[in-house]
C-alpha cells in the first residue's frame, strides 16, 4: 500500500467504517512495521505527537462499559494512531490536540453523551535529554533518576522543581517541555518557585534551572501564572509573537491558535504586554487582546477572577459568544462541535462544576434556549427559540 491508502484505510478504522477484510491489510501492514520500528527515525514533533495519541487512547477505551468500544477495536484504533504519526503524518495528530479534530474522537460515535469523561489531570514532560514521560504513570523517585534534575515532587496533577536560581548563568540552560492533552490539566512548580496551571491542550516550555537576568518560558494554549517576584530578574513568557514581562504578579495567558487571539488578563500586580509594533501596560481586572500577528493591542475591562475559573474547577457560561464557551466544551470533554446553519447568540448565564457529565452541561444548554443534540461523537448545536442567530 502507497501512503494515500494507508492514510485513508487509517481514517475508516478510526472512524469504525473498515470491513474485516481493510482490517486485516492494516494487521498485516502494522505486524510488519513494528519489526522495522527500530529503525524507523521519528522528530520530537512527531514523538510528542505519538504519546499523546497513546494516552487519549487509553483514556478512551478507560472506564467504558456495555461493549461500546470492544478490546480489538480499541487495540487497532491505537494501531492507527501509531500508525499515522509514524508515517511522516504527525502534524494531522498533533494538531487534533490543539484545535477541534474532524476524526479524533471517532471512536466515540456510538457512545452516549453520559459516557463522555470530562477532563483530567495528565501530562506529559519531555526532558532536555529527549526522554518523554506520562507523568501519571511514574514516580517522584523514578522521575528525579530518568531527568537528573531538582525535581521535588510528583503527584496528585502536579510537578514541583526545587528551587534553583543560577547567580552567574554560566552553564547553557537546560529546557524541558511539560503538555497536556485534550481533556487534561496540570499543574507546575517552577525553578524559581513561580506556579502555572496548564488548561487541556497546553504546553510550557522552562529551563530546569534559571540564568541571567531574565526568567524566560514558552507557551501554548492557555496557562495561568503565579509569579515570584523578584526586583532584578524579571518573567517574561512568550506566546507566540506576544512577549508579557512581569516582576511578580498573577496573570492569565489564553494563546489557543483556534481561538485567532492571544488574550493576556491580569489578577494583580501589572504586566507589559508586547508585539513587534507596541506595548500596553495592563492594571487588575484588564484584558489585552491582539492577534497571532503583531499588533495593534486592544486593551478591555474583564471580570478576571471568572477568565481563571478554570484553575479552580468551574466553567463560566456567562458570555454573549457561545463559540468561546463551545470551544471550552470542546477542549475539556475532548469533543467535537458541529454548527448547524448559523452560529446562534445568546446571553448564557451560570456556573458549570468541569467534573459535570456531558449529558448534564447538554440539558443546561437545551434550557438556555440553545439546540444541542449529541450525535455521533459530536455536539451538534443549532439556533434555538430563545437564541439569536449571528
Not at 473498515?18 to 492494516?26: K, M, S, V
Not at 517522584?140 to 521535588?152: D, E, M, N, P, V
Not at 477572577?305 to 466544551?329: C, K, P, Y
Request: aromatic share 8%; net charge negative.
Amino acid at each position: 500500500m502507497d501512503d494515500q491508502e494507508l492514510f485513508e484505510l487509517t481514517n475508516k478504522i478510526l472512524d469504525g467504517e473498515a470491513t474485516l477484510e481493510e482490517t486485516g491489510r492494516f494487521v498485516r501492514w502494522f505486524d510488519h512495521f513494528q519489526q522495522l520500528e527500530d529503525t524507523v527515525i521519528v522528530d520530537e514533533d512527531v514523538k510528542e505527537a505519538l504519546l499523546l495519541a497513546r494516552i487519549q487512547m487509553k483514556m478512551k477505551s478507560k472506564g467504558r462499559s456495555g461493549g461500546h468500544l470492544s478490546a480489538a477495536l480499541s487495540k487497532w484504533v491505537a494501531a492507527a494512531a501509531v500508525f499515522i504519526v509514524v508515517c511522516g503524518l504527525g502534524t494531522f495528530i498533533y494538531k487534533q490536540y490543539t484545535r477541534p479534530p474532524s476524526r479524533q474522537v471517532a471512536s466515540e460515535r456510538t457512545v452516549p453523551p453520559e459516557q463522555i469523561r470530562p477532563g483530567q489531570d495528565q501530562a506529559v514532560l519531555f526532558l532536555a535529554n529527549g526522554q518523554q514521560i506520562d507523568l501519571n504513570h511514574t514516580s517522584t523517585a523514578s522521575l528525579k533518576a530518568r531527568s537528573g534534575t531538582a525535581i521535588a515532587d510528583v503527584d496528585s496533577g502536579q510537578l514541583v522543581y526545587e528551587q534553583s536560581i543560577q547567580v552567574n548563568g554560566q552553564q547553557a540552560p537546560q529546557y524541558n517541555r511539560l503538555v497536556t492533552p485534550r481533556a487534561g490539566q496540570y499543574r507546575l512548580t517552577l525553578p524559581d518557585g513561580t506556579k502555572a496551571w496548564l488548561n487541556a491542550a497546553s504546553s510550557i516550555r522552562y529551563p530546569t534551572a534559571f540564568a541571567g537576568v531574565e526568567r524566560h518560558v514558552e507557551i501554548t494554549g492557555e496557562v495561568y501564572f503565579e509569579v515570584r517576584h523578584m526586583a532584578t530578574r524579571p518573567f517574561i513568557v512568550s506566546a507566540g509573537d506576544v512577549q508579557v514581562k512581569v516582576l511578580g504578579t498573577h496573570f492569565d495567558v489564553n494563546a489557543y491558535m483556534d481561538d485567532g487571539l492571544i488574550r493576556t488578563t491580569l489578577l494583580e500586580g501589572a504586566v507589559d504586554v508586547q508585539t513587534g509594533q507596541e506595548n500596553k501596560i495592563l492594571k487588575p481586572g484588564q484584558q489585552a487582546s491582539t492577534s497571532q500577528a503583531t499588533g495593534p493591542i486592544t486593551v478591555s475591562s474583564v471580570d478576571a477572577a471568572e477568565v481563571i475559573s478554570w484553575t479552580r474547577g468551574l466553567l463560566h457560561l456567562n458570555t454573549g459568544d457561545i463559540r468561546a464557551f463551545m470551544s471550552q466544551l470542546s477542549r475539556w470533554y475532548n469533543i467535537e462541535v458541529v454548527y448547524l446553519g448559523q452560529v446562534p447568540h445568546c446571553n448564557l448565564e451560570g456556573i458549570i462544576s468541569r467534573s459535570t457529565p456531558l449529558s448534564d452541561v447538554i440539558t443546561v444548554l437545551q434550557a438556555s434556549g440553545i439546540q444541542a443534540t449529541f450525535k455521533q461523537g459530536r455536539l451538534m448545536i443549532a439556533s434555538g427559540t430563545g437564541a439569536k442567530a449571528q
